[in-house]
């Protein structure tokens, strides 16, 4: 699994760095050792719950547009088939609080998941899309400062968010573990 983020703490609690808010969640729910420094990120690995299927967290530390960097060699270190990767990102093409799944699918100009093709080869990777909204303009300066802009909903609303987003996760990593 790979969150989506952007390193340093001027991003924690922006829209843009819900996949690592998802991943945190996970990692806790399933109680997972702590994370180490690897692949240009932070990686936590163990299982999904009590006989649940082995995971590893991917947190890259490299900003969001070049995320592939740090998640391609950790896909290939740990021969992880790509139909069993799922990253988890924030959307702004879905309302606050709607949350998808889906194999493969377009890149809409989300800069993440372009470094994520190139560092795959590939865009046919699982996604939970996190709904985050969108701002009243097309214009790239208003939306590139709104995904890197704090929640303006509440500390409940993006907390709920948060664990539905990481039940959704729970629930592709539960129907991806039962087809092997």
């Excluded at 989506?4 to 991003?11: A, I, K, R, V």
């Amino acid at each position: 699994m790979v969150g989506l983020g952007n390193p340093g703490p001027e991003y924690s609690g922006t829209r843009h760095n819900v996949g690592f808010e998802v991943l945190a969640e996970l990692a806790r729910r399933w109680d997972l050792p702590r994370a180490r420094d690897k692949f240009r990120g932070r990686i936590a690995e163990g299982r999904a719950g009590a006989g649940g299927p082995r995971v590893a967290l991917l947190q890259p530390l490299t900003f969001m547009n070049e995320s592939g960097t740090s998640a391609g060699p950790a896909r290939g270190s740990l021969k992880v088939p790509l139909d069993r990767v799922v990253v988890i990102h924030d959307e702004i093409d879905l309302p606050f609080g709607e949350i998808q799944t889906r194999l493969g699918g377009g890149l809409a100009g989300h800069n993440g998941l372009k470094s994520l093709k190139r560092g795959f080869g590939d865009p046919e990777f699982w996604r939970v899309r996190v709904g985050v909204g969108r701002p009243d303009s097309t214009d790239p300066e208003i939306v590139s400062a709104y995904v890197l802009g704090r929640f303006r909903e509440s500390k409940a609303e993006v907390e709920e968010l948060v664990g539905d987003a990481a039940g959704e996760t729970e629930r592709l990593v539960e129907r991806l573990g039962s087809e092997q």
